[in-house]
């Protein structure tokens, strides 16, 4: 089972952090859901993120129904009544940044949120599911900025369906 859950700069001081799980053929999701089931990618989200703010969107909210212990979430949502208890609402990017502001942050999804915050971001830790999959949910995955700093391979097992590789990513220097 893949076990792995360490990444360099776990004691990150500055930026954003996103974190994905992407097919070869860029899906991210179907039907409000996560089109796998990788029990060691879960944990590892779990590990990394404890203690943070995790910044989604409404859509992917909705799918996961309740706040994640131990992190603070902040859900955007353009709907100025929207609320929820035990989150925080932001109806901006710039919103959601200032409520982040000074905290260990990750940008969590789902694409139309990547698509919004993946340029401000300072790390992407991808996890490449190693399969072509059926979804209605795609993200154009352009990484020409960032360099690779880590990647390990994890096989499937009983618990993880497919075989995948976590890649951290960090952003080049900006000139
Ligand atoms: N594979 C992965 O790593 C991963 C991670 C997360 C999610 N997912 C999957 O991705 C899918 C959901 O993704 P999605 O793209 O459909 O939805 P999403 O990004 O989770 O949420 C979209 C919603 O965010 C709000 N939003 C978007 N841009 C905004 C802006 N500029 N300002 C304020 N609010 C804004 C809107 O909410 P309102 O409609 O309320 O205004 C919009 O409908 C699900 O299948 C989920 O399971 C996959």
């Not at 879960?42 to 989604?56: E, P, Q």
């Not at 990484?143 to 690779?148: G, P």
Request: hydrophobic residues 35%.
């Amino acid at each position: 089972m893949a076990s792995d859950t360490s990444i360099s700069g776990s004691t990150q001081t500055s930026g954003l952090t996103a974190l994905l799980a992407i097919s070869k053929d860029g899906v991210i999701g179907d039907k409000g859901d996560l089109p796998w089931r990788l029990s060691s990618d879960l944990r590892r989200f779990k590990k990394i993120t404890m203690g943070g703010v995790l910044i989604m969107g409404r859509k992917t909210y909705d799918s996961i129904g309740r706040p994640l212990p131990g992190r603070t979430t902040i859900v955007l949502t353009r709907d100025t009544n929207w609320h929820c208890d035990g989150v925080m609402t932001a109806n901006s990017a710039a919103e959601a940044i200032k409520i982040a502001e000074n905290r260990e942050s990750f940008v969590v999804g789902g694409a139309e949120i990547y698509r919004l915050l993946l340029p401000l971001c300072e790390r992407v830790l991808v996890t490449q599911v190693m399969a072509t999959i059926d979804g209605d949910t795609r993200l154009e995955l352009d990484l020409s900025d960032f360099h690779v700093e880590t990647r390990s391979k994890h096989p499937s097992s009983e618990v993880d369906e497919y075989e995948t590789e976590f890649v951290e990513y960090h952003r080049q220097k900006r000139s």
